[in-house]
């Protein structure tokens, strides 16, 4: 499975579950540490690890087992699968932190035949 392939996958979950303001930016041109970041908004503390355990569990299915799991017990958890990493938040946690103004040189990817519209 390739990065973009896992990164794609990761997105239809997280959407399937009703994460908010799912967002993929490639930032393989910009670091060593991944290709993608998925970034995803979960309605509580809640929403947030139960989104994480979907990740965890559909992406373990397909044969792709996370390398490091960091956050559990705050507003934001990341999912480290090598070369996509996965933020999930609460919303003020992700508007403080604001990773996407900190990668904002990084390319945004589309993801609208993914991301059903609400």
């Known amino acids: 499975m390739?990065?973009?392939e896992k990164a794609r996958s990761i997105v239809k979950i997280l959407d399937q579950k009703k994460a908010a303001d799912?967002?993929?930016i490639?930032?393989?041109?910009?670091?060593i540490v991944s290709?993608?970041?998925v970034i995803a908004s979960g309605t509580?503390?809640?929403h947030v690890k139960s989104l994480a355990?979907?990740?965890?569990?559909e992406m373990s299915k397909?044969?792709?087992e996370p390398d490091h799991i960091e956050g559990r017990a705050t507003g934001w958890i990341l999912l480290d699968y090598g070369s996509v990493l996965v933020h999930i938040f609460q919303p003020d946690t992700r508007e403080y932190y604001n990773l996407e103004r900190l990668w904002s040189d990084a390319d945004k990817v589309d993801i609208s035949d993914i991301v059903t519209e609400d």
Request: charged letters at 30%; proline letters at 0%.
């Open 26 to 31: 490639e930032t393989k041109e910009l670091t």
């Open 22 to 24: 799912i967002t993929l």
């Open 35 to 37: 290709d993608y970041f």
């Open 2 to 4: 390739t990065s973009l």
């Open 62 to 64: 397909l044969g792709v």
């Open 53 to 57: 355990d979907e990740v965890e569990d």
């Open 44 to 46: 509580s503390g809640t």
